[in-house]
């Protein structure tokens, strides 16, 4: 057993332990953001692929690997790639898409640096797609959209060509709303890849409704009518995603005082009441609001509430112990969704510049192109 113990040192002694693959994981960096792995052979990267939960001798799980493989090429193509330029054909159509693990280690062919990098590019981007192919909640979506919206949808009317948010109370005109229908996979996969840190279930607008009203003191009247039916609660929200750069709650405060009797005497939708309160509203400062999003142009304004919702997937609920209804653990779960409130000026001002989505989508697709390339990549294609 000593002799064992002896050989083994020998065989081992100056490389005991890896330190270039313990310093990322005790320190907490994200894989998109590695410059090399540590597998030095097709052993290492079929036992590093298992443990991953990629069983690569099932056909079916073998077959999963290569249609990654090709959309993670392609993604990296059509998001980040200057026109003309080409993956080379080892790291896009390699033998075995495992091949990539051991030449993004530097062994093999990947003792080629540009090979490397590009192998390194690519299993990034894999790592997001089987996120995506793995996540329960998403295989779901359609359901889980039904039931959120649902509670939205019975409160939206729509009458002589205008839309309102409506109860037997209070009818609050809306100048537009949306109803995400889901978050595209190119989306995800390109957040994904610029936050660090993020995996799926870190993303928060995977479904979301954009309310637009009038005036910014209706999107204050339009987070009430919600708050009243208990859709927006303290206990159902992500306090660290509230974000408001629209309004400032005190001084809003104050014109509501202010115009508090005119209010009651009107007869009619006080309208333009709301419009001379807008006016008299300062602007927003930004300089201690929190969660502001970095890739938000600076004079794009919202409120902006992430919700939770208790969703149940099965039809069948079981009696519980005490009589109660239980739906089954395992399809019972809160599911995140955005709340958007916005009002028509600033709305309008999106939809072109700076804070246009589009210009949002830039700023984001340049972040997540230097994490993805890196260093090596980014200077051999002589990409800033």
Excluded at 7 to 13: F, P, V
Aim: glycine share 4%; aromatic share 10%.
């Amino acid at each position: 057993m000593q002799n064992k113990v002896i050989q083994s040192w020998k065989k081992q002694k100056g490389s005991f332990i890896d330190w270039h693959s313990m310093g990322p994981v005790l320190s907490g960096v994200s894989i998109i953001d590695l410059k090399k792995l540590s597998v030095k052979n097709k052993k290492q990267a079929l036992d590093y692929a298992l443990n991953y939960g990629l069983d690569v001798s099932n056909p079916i799980k073998e077959q999963l690997v290569q249609d990654i493989h090709i959309e993670a090429v392609q993604c990296i193509e059509d998001m980040f790639l200057p026109t003309g330029c080409v993956i080379p054909p080892v790291v896009s159509a390699p033998r075995s898409p495992l091949d990539l693990l051991v030449y993004a280690s530097g062994y093999d062919m990947g003792r080629n640096e540009d090979i490397q990098a590009w192998s390194c590019a690519i299993l990034k981007v894999m790592h997001c797609f089987f996120q995506l192919e793995y996540d329960l909640k998403l295989k779901n979506i359609n359901s889980i959209r039904k039931q959120i919206y649902a509670d939205y949808e019975s409160l939206i009317s729509m009458r002589d060509e205008a839309i309102f948010l409506e109860d037997k109370k209070e009818s609050l005109p809306l100048f537009f709303f949306k109803f995400k229908k889901k978050k595209s996979k190119q989306s995800i996969i390109l957040k994904l890849l610029h936050k660090p840190h993020m995996a799926p279930s870190d993303i928060y607008d995977h479904l979301g409704i954009r309310f637009v009203l009038n005036t910014k003191i209706e999107c204050l009247l339009a987070f009430d009518f919600f708050s009243r039916h208990s859709l927006i609660t303290e206990a159902n929200i992500k306090p660290f995603r509230s974000r408001n750069t629209l309004v400032d709650i005190e001084e809003a405060k104050k014109l509501f005082d202010k115009y508090k009797k005119r209010l009651k005497k009107s007869d009619e939708y006080p309208a333009e009441i709301y419009r001379k309160m807008d006016k008299k509203l300062p602007v927003m400062k930004l300089e201690n609001v929190k969660n502001i999003n970095p890739f938000s142009a600076s004079d794009y304004r919202s409120i902006q509430i992430t919700v939770r919702k208790m969703i149940e997937l099965s039809d069948s609920i079981p009696t519980g112990m005490h009589g109660a209804s239980l739906a089954p653990a395992q399809d019972t779960f809160y599911f995140d969704y955005e709340i958007q409130l916005i009002d028509k000026e600033t709305w309008l001002k999106t939809r072109r510049g700076p804070t246009s989505h589009a210009a949002y989508k830039r700023r984001q697709v340049e972040v997540a192109r230097r994490r993805v390339l890196g260093p090596v990549l980014l200077e051999h294609l002589k990409i800033g």
